[in-house]
């Protein structure tokens, strides 16, 4: 995280929305600010923070406009994402100039994602590992949407001459879906020298192992210097670190784990 001084201020928790911003701010080498959110705490809901986002979730962006002094807030992270490339990206480092195929194409993948992807995995992990009723027709329901929405990734990137969504570089668009297909795999640790992210774990009831591209487009992303770096604001992303584990010890982690409250947090 950069360390100068800078109008730019997050809110956030280490969540899969809340690493999106984090990753691009590293990406473009941006100066900012954080605050970790306790989502535990319900911070998120304290008048303070309702201020900045009206909805109560995480992550939300303060900055100002360009004269220096006029404060805007900013919150739901695709809007957020889309303002620090609008704004701070004008040599299209993960973007494209406004008007081409390219951009139009960046912001289809990125709506995507906040309507489909996000969404589908979270009913997943809750009806799978954290509804206190299993309920059958939910798991199955969004456990095969998820596979289906992978589907979808993984055609887009069989067809990608550069192992991205979108043309010929890392977008947003890759970074809004990062996390959310990190979060529910977790890797034994045991690596071998082409593949770092060996033998996925059944997190949420689905196998990411029929993927290939996907598979690959997941370590492709993680090798970026700006994804590891913000990847870990506010806290050690941990989603990739966990060696093999029992079902009962992925039950307990369920219990445990961040998705208990990422119900608040978009």
């Given at each position: 995280m950069s360390s100068s001084s800078s109008n730019i201020h997050l809110y956030t928790a280490q969540t899969p929305n809340g690493i999106k911003v984090s990753m691009l701010l590293e990406e473009l080498d941006l100066p900012y600010k954080v605050t970790q959110i306790s989502l535990s705490k319900?911070?998120?809901?304290?008048?303070?923070?309702?201020?900045?986002?009206?909805?109560?979730?995480?992550?939300?962006?303060?900055?100002?406009?360009?004269?220096?002094?006029?404060?805007?807030?900013?919150?739901?992270?695709g809007s957020i994402m889309q303002y620090l490339v609008d704004r701070y990206d004008a040599d299209h480092k993960v973007s494209y100039p406004r008007g081409t195929p390219e951009y139009w194409e960046v912001n289809h993948w990125l709506f995507w994602q906040m309507g489909g992807l996000g969404p589908m995995q979270g009913q997943a992990h809750h009806f799978y590992r954290y509804a206190p009723e299993k309920i059958t027709y939910g798991i199955?329901?969004?456990q095969n949407?998820?596979?289906?929405?992978?589907?979808?990734?993984?055609?887009?990137?069989?067809?990608?001459?550069?192992?991205?969504l979108v043309g010929d570089r890392l977008t947003i668009a890759d970074l809004s879906c990062w996390g959310w297909v990190a979060a529910y795999h977790r890797p034994d640790r045991q690596k071998t020298e082409t593949n770092t992210m060996a033998k996925k774990q059944d997190w949420a009831g689905v196998e990411i192992d029929e993927f290939p591209h996907l598979s690959a487009w997941l370590e492709k992303v993680l090798a970026r210097p700006g994804v590891e770096k913000g990847r870990n604001v506010p806290e050690k992303h941990t989603s990739l670190d966990f060696k093999k584990l029992s079902k009962e010890e992925l039950d307990k982690r369920a219990a445990e784990s961040w998705v208990r409250t990422e119900s608040t947090a978009k």
């Open positions: 319900n911070e998120q809901k304290e008048p303070w923070f309702l201020e900045i986002n009206p909805n109560g979730r995480i992550p939300a962006l303060t900055d100002t406009l360009e004269d220096g002094t006029t404060p805007i807030n900013l919150f739901e992270s199955n329901r969004y949407e998820t596979r289906r929405l992978y589907g979808v990734m993984e055609t887009q990137l069989a067809k990608s001459k550069s192992g991205y």
